[in-house]
Protein backbone atom coordinates (compact mmCIF):
# COMPACT_ATOMS: atom_id res chain seq x y z
CA UNK A 1 0.00 0.00 0.00
CA UNK A 2 1.31 3.74 -0.92
CA UNK A 3 1.74 5.46 2.44
CA UNK A 4 3.88 8.30 0.98
CA UNK A 5 3.56 12.01 3.35
CA UNK A 6 5.32 14.86 2.39
CA UNK A 7 6.39 17.80 4.51
CA UNK A 8 7.77 20.68 3.92
CA UNK A 9 10.47 22.14 6.30
CA UNK A 10 9.01 26.14 6.68
CA UNK A 11 5.57 25.36 7.06
CA UNK A 12 6.73 23.61 10.09
CA UNK A 13 5.32 20.08 9.67
CA UNK A 14 8.27 18.38 10.07
CA UNK A 15 7.88 15.52 11.86
CA UNK A 16 9.92 15.40 15.24
CA UNK A 17 8.67 12.37 15.96
CA UNK A 18 11.55 10.39 13.92
CA UNK A 19 15.06 9.69 15.07
CA UNK A 20 16.45 9.42 11.47
CA UNK A 21 16.88 11.24 7.84
CA UNK A 22 17.78 10.05 4.81
CA UNK A 23 19.92 11.60 1.58
CA UNK A 24 19.81 10.01 -1.18
CA UNK A 25 20.51 10.92 -4.52
CA UNK A 26 23.41 13.35 -4.59
CA UNK A 27 27.11 13.64 -6.74
CA UNK A 28 30.62 13.87 -5.72
CA UNK A 29 33.71 14.44 -8.37
CA UNK A 30 33.48 11.04 -9.74
CA UNK A 31 30.47 11.83 -11.82
CA UNK A 32 30.27 13.33 -15.54
CA UNK A 33 27.96 16.32 -16.04
CA UNK A 34 27.39 17.59 -19.60
CA UNK A 35 27.96 21.16 -20.15
CA UNK A 36 24.92 21.36 -22.58
CA UNK A 37 22.84 21.93 -19.72
CA UNK A 38 24.80 25.96 -19.34
CA UNK A 39 22.69 26.84 -22.18
CA UNK A 40 19.33 25.18 -21.04
CA UNK A 41 19.78 26.96 -18.03
CA UNK A 42 20.83 30.52 -18.99
CA UNK A 43 18.06 30.02 -21.70
CA UNK A 44 15.33 32.02 -20.24
CA UNK A 45 18.00 34.30 -17.93
CA UNK A 46 17.97 37.28 -19.98
CA UNK A 47 21.20 38.82 -19.28
CA UNK A 48 23.50 35.56 -19.09
CA UNK A 49 21.85 33.58 -21.61
CA UNK A 50 21.79 36.56 -24.18
CA UNK A 51 25.27 37.01 -23.82
CA UNK A 52 26.06 33.63 -23.96
CA UNK A 53 23.88 32.75 -27.51
CA UNK A 54 26.13 36.28 -28.70
CA UNK A 55 29.47 34.30 -27.94
CA UNK A 56 28.07 30.80 -29.22
CA UNK A 57 27.16 32.93 -32.63
CA UNK A 58 30.59 34.29 -32.81
CA UNK A 59 32.12 31.28 -32.44
CA UNK A 60 29.92 30.01 -35.37
CA UNK A 61 30.71 32.52 -37.73
CA UNK A 62 34.29 32.16 -36.54
CA UNK A 63 34.67 28.18 -36.84
CA UNK A 64 31.72 27.59 -38.95
CA UNK A 65 30.53 25.22 -36.50
CA UNK A 66 28.25 25.29 -34.00
CA UNK A 67 29.98 25.50 -30.29
CA UNK A 68 29.20 20.94 -29.15
CA UNK A 69 28.56 21.33 -25.60
CA UNK A 70 27.59 17.50 -25.54
CA UNK A 71 31.05 16.84 -26.02
CA UNK A 72 32.17 18.45 -23.21
CA UNK A 73 31.58 18.25 -19.22
CA UNK A 74 32.30 18.91 -16.12
CA UNK A 75 32.83 17.33 -12.69
CA UNK A 76 31.18 18.07 -9.26
CA UNK A 77 33.55 19.71 -7.16
CA UNK A 78 33.19 17.63 -3.99
CA UNK A 79 34.86 14.55 -2.95
CA UNK A 80 32.98 11.09 -1.56
CA UNK A 81 34.25 12.36 2.03
CA UNK A 82 33.03 15.84 1.43
CA UNK A 83 29.73 15.18 0.21
CA UNK A 84 28.63 12.38 2.82
CA UNK A 85 30.11 15.11 5.26
CA UNK A 86 28.13 18.26 4.17
CA UNK A 87 24.80 15.76 3.59
CA UNK A 88 25.54 14.41 7.09
CA UNK A 89 26.20 17.72 8.18
CA UNK A 90 22.64 19.11 7.44
CA UNK A 91 20.65 16.56 8.90
CA UNK A 92 22.44 16.26 12.17
CA UNK A 93 22.99 20.10 12.49
CA UNK A 94 19.64 21.46 10.95
CA UNK A 95 17.69 18.63 11.79
CA UNK A 96 19.04 17.45 15.17
CA UNK A 97 18.64 13.46 13.84
CA UNK A 98 20.70 10.56 12.74
CA UNK A 99 22.05 10.38 9.08
CA UNK A 100 22.12 8.16 6.18
CA UNK A 101 23.40 9.24 3.15
CA UNK A 102 22.72 7.18 0.08
CA UNK A 103 25.76 8.94 -2.97
CA UNK A 104 24.90 7.59 -6.45
CA UNK A 105 27.18 9.03 -9.45
CA UNK A 106 26.22 9.00 -12.68
CA UNK A 107 27.25 5.32 -13.65
CA UNK A 108 29.90 5.20 -11.39
CA UNK A 109 30.25 3.68 -7.79
CA UNK A 110 34.12 4.88 -6.96
CA UNK A 111 32.72 6.90 -4.13
CA UNK A 112 31.57 4.51 -2.24
CA UNK A 113 33.94 2.26 -2.89
CA UNK A 114 36.36 4.96 -1.46
CA UNK A 115 34.52 5.21 1.25
CA UNK A 116 34.28 1.54 2.26
CA UNK A 117 37.87 1.91 2.84
CA UNK A 118 37.13 3.99 5.46
CA UNK A 119 36.28 2.47 8.78
CA UNK A 120 33.78 4.77 9.99
CA UNK A 121 32.09 4.89 6.51
CA UNK A 122 31.61 1.23 6.07
CA UNK A 123 27.34 1.59 6.40
CA UNK A 124 27.86 3.63 3.48
CA UNK A 125 25.75 2.15 0.37
CA UNK A 126 27.00 1.48 -2.51
CA UNK A 127 24.30 3.50 -5.08
CA UNK A 128 24.92 4.16 -8.16
CA UNK A 129 22.39 6.58 -10.94
CA UNK A 130 22.36 4.30 -13.87
CA UNK A 131 21.53 5.98 -17.69
CA UNK A 132 18.84 3.78 -18.83
CA UNK A 133 18.96 4.14 -23.14
CA UNK A 134 14.76 3.65 -23.80
CA UNK A 135 13.77 3.96 -27.25
CA UNK A 136 13.98 8.31 -28.49
CA UNK A 137 15.49 9.05 -24.49
CA UNK A 138 16.64 7.70 -21.68
CA UNK A 139 15.70 7.32 -17.77
CA UNK A 140 18.05 7.75 -14.77
CA UNK A 141 17.51 4.63 -12.30
CA UNK A 142 18.80 4.83 -8.77
CA UNK A 143 19.77 1.86 -7.49
CA UNK A 144 20.75 2.16 -4.04
CA UNK A 145 22.77 -0.64 -1.52
CA UNK A 146 23.80 -2.99 -3.84
CA UNK A 147 25.72 -5.93 -2.63
CA UNK A 148 29.45 -4.95 -1.97
CA UNK A 149 30.48 -8.23 -3.54
CA UNK A 150 28.48 -7.75 -6.34
CA UNK A 151 28.17 -4.26 -6.81
CA UNK A 152 31.45 -4.10 -9.53
CA UNK A 153 30.02 -6.87 -11.59
CA UNK A 154 26.48 -4.96 -11.70
CA UNK A 155 27.85 -2.03 -12.41
CA UNK A 156 29.90 -2.77 -15.07
CA UNK A 157 26.72 -4.75 -16.99
CA UNK A 158 24.88 -1.72 -16.10
CA UNK A 159 27.88 -0.04 -18.28
CA UNK A 160 27.27 -2.26 -20.95
CA UNK A 161 23.66 -2.20 -21.32
CA UNK A 162 24.38 1.85 -21.41
CA UNK A 163 26.66 1.54 -24.23
CA UNK A 164 24.75 -1.37 -26.00
CA UNK A 165 20.39 -1.47 -24.93
CA UNK A 166 18.36 -3.53 -24.66
CA UNK A 167 14.91 -3.97 -23.59
CA UNK A 168 14.59 -7.76 -22.47
CA UNK A 169 18.67 -7.11 -21.18
CA UNK A 170 17.36 -4.22 -19.07
CA UNK A 171 14.58 -6.50 -17.23
CA UNK A 172 17.29 -8.73 -16.74
CA UNK A 173 19.43 -6.51 -15.05
CA UNK A 174 16.69 -4.46 -12.82
CA UNK A 175 15.48 -8.14 -11.65
CA UNK A 176 19.10 -9.16 -10.88
CA UNK A 177 19.25 -6.00 -8.88
CA UNK A 178 15.89 -6.50 -7.09
CA UNK A 179 16.58 -9.80 -6.03
CA UNK A 180 18.68 -8.35 -3.09
CA UNK A 181 15.68 -7.31 -0.32
CA UNK A 182 18.26 -4.68 0.96
CA UNK A 183 18.26 -2.82 -2.66
CA UNK A 184 15.93 -0.02 -3.37
CA UNK A 185 15.79 0.98 -6.98
CA UNK A 186 14.35 4.20 -7.30
CA UNK A 187 13.58 5.77 -11.00
CA UNK A 188 14.73 9.15 -10.58
CA UNK A 189 13.00 12.98 -11.95
CA UNK A 190 10.52 10.60 -14.19
CA UNK A 191 8.66 13.28 -14.98
CA UNK A 192 11.79 15.33 -16.77
CA UNK A 193 11.99 15.50 -20.65
CA UNK A 194 15.94 15.41 -20.06
CA UNK A 195 16.57 14.26 -23.89
CA UNK A 196 14.05 16.98 -24.89
CA UNK A 197 11.55 14.76 -27.09
CA UNK A 198 8.26 16.99 -26.28
CA UNK A 199 6.10 16.42 -23.06
CA UNK A 200 3.51 14.29 -24.55
CA UNK A 201 6.51 11.60 -26.12
CA UNK A 202 8.18 11.91 -22.76
CA UNK A 203 4.89 10.56 -20.82
CA UNK A 204 4.00 8.24 -23.62
CA UNK A 205 7.90 6.51 -23.02
CA UNK A 206 7.41 6.91 -19.07
CA UNK A 207 4.12 5.12 -19.24
CA UNK A 208 5.54 2.47 -21.42
CA UNK A 209 9.11 2.28 -19.44
CA UNK A 210 6.62 1.85 -16.11
CA UNK A 211 4.37 -0.87 -17.65
CA UNK A 212 7.52 -3.18 -18.88
CA UNK A 213 10.07 -2.45 -15.76
CA UNK A 214 7.22 -2.30 -13.02
CA UNK A 215 7.45 -5.15 -11.38
CA UNK A 216 11.28 -4.06 -10.55
CA UNK A 217 10.27 -0.45 -9.38
CA UNK A 218 10.15 0.37 -5.59
CA UNK A 219 9.95 4.37 -5.70
CA UNK A 220 9.44 7.38 -7.87
CA UNK A 221 11.59 10.26 -6.97
CA UNK A 222 10.40 13.66 -6.27
CA UNK A 223 13.58 15.76 -6.48
CA UNK A 224 15.06 18.80 -5.07
CA UNK A 225 16.42 20.16 -8.46
CA UNK A 226 13.09 19.85 -10.29
CA UNK A 227 10.19 22.76 -10.48
CA UNK A 228 7.66 21.65 -7.89
CA UNK A 229 4.65 21.45 -10.89
CA UNK A 230 7.15 18.39 -12.49
CA UNK A 231 7.57 16.74 -9.08
CA UNK A 232 3.66 17.15 -8.78
CA UNK A 233 3.48 15.08 -11.83
CA UNK A 234 5.96 12.82 -10.59
CA UNK A 235 3.99 11.87 -7.73
CA UNK A 236 0.81 11.51 -10.01
CA UNK A 237 2.54 9.13 -11.87
CA UNK A 238 3.32 6.97 -8.69
CA UNK A 239 -0.22 7.22 -7.62
CA UNK A 240 -0.88 5.85 -10.82
CA UNK A 241 2.14 3.42 -10.84
CA UNK A 242 0.67 2.34 -6.89
CA UNK A 243 4.12 2.99 -6.26
CA UNK A 244 5.38 5.04 -2.79
CA UNK A 245 7.65 8.66 -4.17
CA UNK A 246 10.50 9.15 -2.07
CA UNK A 247 13.72 11.93 -1.68
CA UNK A 248 16.27 12.86 -3.93
CA UNK A 249 17.69 15.67 -3.95
CA UNK A 250 20.09 15.06 -7.02
CA UNK A 251 23.26 17.63 -5.41
CA UNK A 252 25.92 18.44 -7.81
CA UNK A 253 27.24 21.37 -6.09
CA UNK A 254 28.38 22.52 -2.69
CA UNK A 255 24.25 23.24 -1.54
CA UNK A 256 23.20 20.10 0.41
CA UNK A 257 19.69 18.09 -0.54
CA UNK A 258 16.85 19.99 -0.50
CA UNK A 259 14.47 16.72 -0.85
CA UNK A 260 15.46 14.23 1.93
CA UNK A 261 13.56 11.11 3.61
CA UNK A 262 12.22 10.53 7.40
CA UNK A 263 12.43 7.59 9.12
CA UNK A 264 12.23 5.72 12.71
CA UNK A 265 14.30 3.08 10.80
CA UNK A 266 17.76 2.35 12.74
CA UNK A 267 19.81 1.71 9.22
CA UNK A 268 19.77 2.08 5.74
CA UNK A 269 18.52 -1.60 4.91
CA UNK A 270 15.93 -1.20 7.54
CA UNK A 271 14.60 1.97 5.76
CA UNK A 272 15.04 0.09 2.16
CA UNK A 273 12.50 -2.63 3.87
CA UNK A 274 9.66 0.41 4.74
CA UNK A 275 9.71 1.42 1.31
CA UNK A 276 9.44 -2.05 -0.16
CA UNK A 277 7.62 -3.98 1.75
CA UNK A 278 5.43 -1.17 3.85
CA UNK A 279 5.34 0.90 0.71
CA UNK A 280 6.02 3.94 3.68
CA UNK A 281 8.10 7.22 2.86
CA UNK A 282 7.61 10.49 4.55
CA UNK A 283 9.45 12.93 2.48
CA UNK A 284 10.84 16.21 3.83
CA UNK A 285 11.32 19.79 1.66
CA UNK A 286 13.77 22.01 3.20
CA UNK A 287 14.28 25.59 2.75
CA UNK A 288 16.37 26.23 0.09
CA UNK A 289 13.56 24.41 -2.12
CA UNK A 290 12.03 27.04 -1.49
CA UNK A 291 14.36 29.41 -3.75
CA UNK A 292 14.15 30.44 -7.33
CA UNK A 293 15.25 27.34 -9.21
CA UNK A 294 16.92 29.71 -11.81
CA UNK A 295 19.09 31.03 -9.01
CA UNK A 296 19.76 27.79 -7.37
CA UNK A 297 21.71 26.29 -10.16
CA UNK A 298 23.42 29.93 -11.29
CA UNK A 299 24.96 29.69 -7.44
CA UNK A 300 25.86 25.67 -8.63
CA UNK A 301 27.48 27.37 -11.27
CA UNK A 302 29.60 29.84 -8.91
CA UNK A 303 30.64 26.40 -7.32
CA UNK A 304 31.56 24.99 -10.01
CA UNK A 305 33.75 28.02 -11.36
CA UNK A 306 35.98 28.68 -8.16
CA UNK A 307 39.37 27.62 -7.75
CA UNK A 308 39.71 24.82 -4.51
CA UNK A 309 43.33 24.51 -3.30
CA UNK A 310 41.62 21.42 -1.76
CA UNK A 311 40.19 19.10 -4.30
CA UNK A 312 40.88 15.63 -3.88
CA UNK A 313 42.17 14.75 -7.12
CA UNK A 314 44.17 17.72 -7.23
CA UNK A 315 42.02 19.74 -9.49
CA UNK A 316 42.49 23.35 -7.55
CA UNK A 317 41.50 25.66 -10.94
CA UNK A 318 38.07 24.99 -11.88
CA UNK A 319 39.41 24.77 -15.96
CA UNK A 320 41.33 21.78 -14.36
CA UNK A 321 37.75 19.88 -13.70
CA UNK A 322 36.31 20.95 -17.46
CA UNK A 323 36.94 18.41 -20.21
CA UNK A 324 36.47 18.05 -23.78
CA UNK A 325 36.50 14.91 -26.18
CA UNK A 326 38.95 15.96 -29.35
CA UNK A 327 38.39 15.59 -32.80
CA UNK A 328 41.64 13.04 -32.61
CA UNK A 329 39.27 10.91 -29.67
CA UNK A 330 41.72 12.75 -26.59
CA UNK A 331 40.20 13.98 -23.42
CA UNK A 332 41.61 16.71 -22.42
CA UNK A 333 41.02 19.37 -19.65
CA UNK A 334 40.29 23.09 -20.51
CA UNK A 335 43.58 24.10 -19.65
CA UNK A 336 45.13 21.17 -21.38
CA UNK A 337 43.02 22.49 -24.59
CA UNK A 338 43.81 26.03 -24.59
CA UNK A 339 47.45 27.03 -23.13
CA UNK A 340 47.25 30.41 -24.95
CA UNK A 341 43.81 31.26 -23.29
CA UNK A 342 40.25 30.75 -23.11
CA UNK A 343 38.19 31.70 -26.27
CA UNK A 344 35.94 34.65 -25.86
CA UNK A 345 33.00 32.22 -25.11
CA UNK A 346 34.12 30.72 -22.14
CA UNK A 347 35.72 34.06 -20.69
CA UNK A 348 32.41 35.76 -21.26
CA UNK A 349 30.78 32.90 -19.08
CA UNK A 350 32.97 32.99 -16.58
CA UNK A 351 33.07 36.75 -16.02
CA UNK A 352 28.86 36.98 -16.02
CA UNK A 353 28.62 34.00 -13.79
CA UNK A 354 31.17 35.33 -10.98
CA UNK A 355 29.20 38.52 -10.97
CA UNK A 356 26.90 36.40 -8.88
CA UNK A 357 29.45 37.00 -6.12
CA UNK A 358 28.50 40.27 -5.06
CA UNK A 359 25.95 40.84 -3.25
CA UNK A 360 23.37 43.74 -4.97
CA UNK A 361 23.92 41.29 -8.10
CA UNK A 362 23.00 38.36 -6.38
CA UNK A 363 19.67 40.50 -4.47
CA UNK A 364 18.98 41.66 -8.03
CA UNK A 365 18.66 38.64 -9.88
CA UNK A 366 16.95 36.60 -6.92
CA UNK A 367 13.99 38.98 -7.21
CA UNK A 368 14.46 38.81 -10.72
CA UNK A 369 13.87 35.00 -10.97
CA UNK A 370 11.69 34.56 -8.27
CA UNK A 371 8.85 32.69 -8.92
CA UNK A 372 5.98 31.93 -6.43
CA UNK A 373 4.33 28.81 -6.03
CA UNK A 374 2.01 26.94 -4.16
CA UNK A 375 3.59 23.97 -2.62
CA UNK A 376 1.02 21.21 -2.35
CA UNK A 377 0.54 17.70 -3.77
Sequence with gaps: MNKSRVHFHWQGDAGCVFRSAVSLHSHTLHSRESLDFVERATRNTLWLGGAIRRQMDKYKALKGREVELKRAWWTPPLSARQAWALEAGQIENVLQKSAMVSLSDHDNIDAALHLHVLSDREACPVSVEWTVPF?????????????????????????????????????????????????????????????????????????????????????????????????????????????????????????????????????????????????????????????????????????????????????????????????????????????????????QFVSLVNLLKHGPVRSALRMALNERQEFVL
Excluded at 320 to 327: A, S
Design 135 to 347: RRTFFHVGVHNMPAAEATAMMREMQQFTAAPDEARAAELLAWFARNPQSLIVLNHPAWDENHIGAAAHREHLDAFTALYRPFLHAFELNGLRPWPENQVAAQAATAAGLPVISGGDRHGREPNACLNQTNAADFSEFVDEVRRDGWSDVLFMPQYREPLKMRILENMCSILEDDPGHGMGWVRWSDRVFYLTDEGDTKSLNQLWTKGFPGVVN
